[in-house]
């Protein structure tokens, strides 16, 4: 089992939110794994299975989803465009291959580095949509209730 944090120290290591110096992850195993890599002490620097967590959490994903969602939508036009160009650049070397004209490894090189674009900007949309979907499902945790103290509950 993968564990940075003091064992005990979150009562559900499944709370499906974290947070390490204000940055949101899906889960305590991501923060851990974000501590490990900057070389950060997990046991100090995240936050979790709390209500004041969650809190802080949903603040930061209710603030950054609109920016995420319009960079998506940006995103997404600047795909399609993306898209038209390398279709035209493929085509472009489809006629050059078919008239057997010199120099048309220059369309080749010309299609390969519009498919990259391609692929990386469509990398980057999957990794937006990712983010999106596990703020979106922050937003929607709900909190967990306070325990009543002691004597309120032997009065009940």
């Not at 299975?49 to 209710?62: G, H, M």
């Not at 036009?77 to 650049?89: D, H, P, Q, W």
Request: overall charge positive; proline content about 3%.
């Amino acid at each position: 089992m993968h564990k940075y944090v003091k064992s005990g120290k979150f009562k559900n290591i499944n709370c499906g939110y974290a947070l390490v110096r204000d940055i949101v992850f899906g889960s305590i195993y991501e923060a851990e794994e974000y501590c490990a890599v900057k070389g950060y002490d997990p046991d100090v620097w995240i936050e979790a299975d709390s209500n004041e967590a969650l809190s802080k959490c949903q603040q930061i994903a209710r603030a950054a989803l609109p920016c995420m969602r319009r960079l998506l939508e940006d995103q997404q036009v600047l795909y399609g465009t993306i898209c038209k160009k390398a279709r035209a650049e493929a085509e472009a070397l489809r006629a050059a291959e078919g008239k057997r004209e010199l120099g048309w490894e220059v369309h080749r090189d010309w299609t390969q580095h519009a498919t990259g674009a391609v692929s990386g900007c469509y990398d980057s949309m999957v990794l937006l949509r990712k983010h999106i979907e596990m703020f979106e499902r922050i937003v929607r945790i709900k909190f967990t209730p306070k325990e009543a103290p002691h004597h309120e509950k032997e009065r009940n």
